[in-house]
């Protein structure tokens, strides 16, 4: 990923739908993160700092990055109106977590002069934000409206901001496999779904979905919800679908079944 360094959103945006490696983007957003870093900034600067991005956004975002005794963080100034502020836990980072990195994109529009670029100010902006979007906290803020010049209350994040989904993406180190995504998309059983969250975040090989089982002559004889054809497991919806992929040599699970058996199952296809 070096070349992409100096590289446009556009281009990372290309680069990503090539290669939608979501577990690469978000350890090199870490990565940037920890080398922003001073190397000794002092407690001082760090309160300072940390301080800032809680006045602008609210205690709660720091509440819920947890905030470890010893911090190391970083101020890169952009631009006159673009700054970002990162704090770094790196307890966290030696187990790649993307928890451990705090940022904050912080556009201050509103003292802008004639002398300012806001648009490239704006694209500055966008750019990072499309950059960090992978870390679970990562917060961008401008000061005013882009037209009217007024300056809005500063949000103050409360507990029904964030969606379970959040939640369990920053306690769980939930990764956001853009094929767990679409696969999630495509079942038709409810009760699968949070079972696909918990493979997702434990690794397991991707099944197919809506498997059709063939005869010897290409016809479709029967269809699973989840497949793993190279295990040959399928998780159907129906006895009579159940029974054709047994009959055909498979490991059968109804959704039932399935759930149950999550443990011994997942160490079987992730050997």
């Known amino acids: ?9 556009f ?9 939608p490696d979501f577990q690469q983007w978000q350890n090199w957003a870490l990565l940037r993160t920890l080398a922003q870093t001073d190397s000794k900034p002092g407690e001082n600067l760090t309160e300072k700092r940390l301080k800032n991005i809680g006045d602008h956004l609210s205690p709660e975002a720091l509440e819920r990055w947890e905030v470890p005794p010893k911090v190391i963080s970083a101020e890169v100034r952009v631009s006159p109106l673009l700054t970002l502020l990162t704090a770094v836990d790196l307890g966290r980072h030696q187990q790649l977590n993307p928890t451990g990195s705090l940022v904050f994109i912080n556009l201050d529009d509103f003292n802008r002069s004639d002398d300012n670029d806001l648009k490239g100010d704006w694209q500055a902006a966008l750019r990072l934000l499309n ?3 992978f870390l679970p906290h990562v917060y961008a803020l401008t000061g005013t409206d882009i037209d009217g010049r007024k300056t809005p209350d500063f949000p103050r994040i409360t507990a029904a ?3 379970n989904k959040a939640r369990d993406f920053g306690q769980n180190n939930h990764q956001n496999n853009p094929q767990w995504e679409e696969l999630k998309e495509l079942v038709l059983e409810d009760d699968l779904l949070p079972a696909l969250d918990r493979m997702n975040r434990e690794g397991w090989p991707v099944p197919e979905p809506g498997y059709e089982l ?3 002559k ?3 004889i029967a269809i699973a919800e989840l497949a793993w054809t190279d295990a040959k497991i399928a998780v159907t919806l129906t006895p009579e679908d159940g029974e ?3 009959n ?16 011994t199952l997942g160490k079987t296809l992730k050997e």
């Open 161 to 163: 901001n964030f969606s």
């Open 11 to 19: 281009e990372w945006l290309m680069y990503y739908l090539a290669q």
């Open 218 to 220: 290409g016809a479709g």
């Open 1 to 9: 990923m070096q070349p992409l360094e100096s590289a446009g959103s």
């Open 214 to 216: 063939e005869n010897e």
């Open 131 to 133: 950059f960090y979007q």
């Open 244 to 246: 054709a992929f047994l």
């Open 248 to 263: 055909a040599g498979w490991k059968v699970l109804q959704v039932e079944d399935f759930l149950s058996s999550l443990d």
